[in-house]
């Protein structure tokens, strides 16, 4: 059974950091597209940065340069560092994992969050100014 479970999010002034953890069973980190996505009240799930199974990275202009993804595959846990955090990125960030994508297409701008079959519950992060 696949499970996965996010940890982290809390409240946090502008310029602050957070680290968001997303623990997985079920399958393995390694050979799985993984995604960070979020949203925020009234708009729509954003990608926000994905990693695939060679560890290539891509982030969505909006944080490029503000947060990192990275994976532990020994612990099978996913990772979002997010740094010098701005009200805008206040959301609900959910992990999001599919073993099935081609790592070529394991790329924000490729992925689509209504393809992606498994998902986990959700941590909330709220900055304010």
């Known amino acids: 059974q696949v499970q996965l479970v996010e940890s982290g999010g809390t409240s946090v002034q502008a310029g602050g950091s957070l680290r968001l953890s997303c623990a997985a069973s079920?399958?393995?980190?390694?050979?799985?597209?993984l995604v960070w996505f979020r949203q925020a009240p009234g708009k729509e799930r954003e990608g926000v940065a994905a990693i695939d199974a060679v560890s290539f990275k891509s982030y969505a202009e909006s944080v490029q340069g503000r947060f990192t993804i990275s994976k532990d595959n020994a612990e099978n846990t996913l990772y979002l560092q997010m740094n010098n955090l701005k009200p805008e990125d206040t959301a609900m960030y959910y992990c999001?994992?599919?073993?099935?994508?081609?790592?070529?297409?394991?790329?924000?701008?490729?992925?689509?969050?209504?393809?992606?079959?498994?998902w986990g519950q959700g941590t909330q992060v709220t900055v304010s100014s």
């Open positions: 079920g399958f393995t980190n390694d050979q799985t597209c």
């Open positions: 999001a994992a599919d073993p099935n994508i081609n790592y070529r297409n394991c790329r924000l701008g490729r992925v689509v969050a209504a393809a992606f079959p498994y």
